[in-house]
């Protein structure tokens, strides 16, 4: 069972940047590809980014966040980041970090994933 918590929202003007964290519990984290989604009011959840397990560092990237987003992990500390730059008020939504089963990045379908923090919010202002 693995159990995440994101931090790291808020309000940033366009331009500007934010960390966010993913924290995970359970001793096997490390296996688990792990994804980051948004969600906009009104629209569906879309994937963003997603970094693959078992010790490799394969990452997957939305075209709408190519060049700007970075997504890492640092599996002594059971924690994956987002670094977000050049945020654009398109950015805004309720980040989500979530968790595959498997360590090969299968899917950007949240339905696939297994594990979901509660979410941050992430305000862009213009």
């Known amino acids: 069972q693995v159990q995440l918590v994101e931090s790291g929202g808020g309000l940033v003007q366009a331009g500007g940047s934010l960390r966010l964290s993913c924290a995970a519990s359970?001793?096997?984290?490390?296996?688990?590809?792990v994804g980051w989604f948004r969600q906009a009011p009104g629209k569906e959840r879309e994937f963003v980014v997603a970094i693959s397990g078992g010790g490799g560092s394969s990452t997957y990237y939305a075209d709408s966040v190519k060049g700007r987003f970075t997504i890492s992990r640092d599996n002594a500390k059971n924690t994956v980041f987002l670094q977000m730059n050049s945020l654009k008020p398109e950015d805004t939504a309720v980040y989500y970090c979530a968790a595959l089963r498997s360590g090969v990045i299968g899917s950007t379908t949240p339905n696939q994933y297994s594990y979901w923090g509660q979410g941050t919010q992430v305000t862009v202002s213009s």
């Open positions: 359970g001793r096997t984290f490390s296996l688990n590809a």
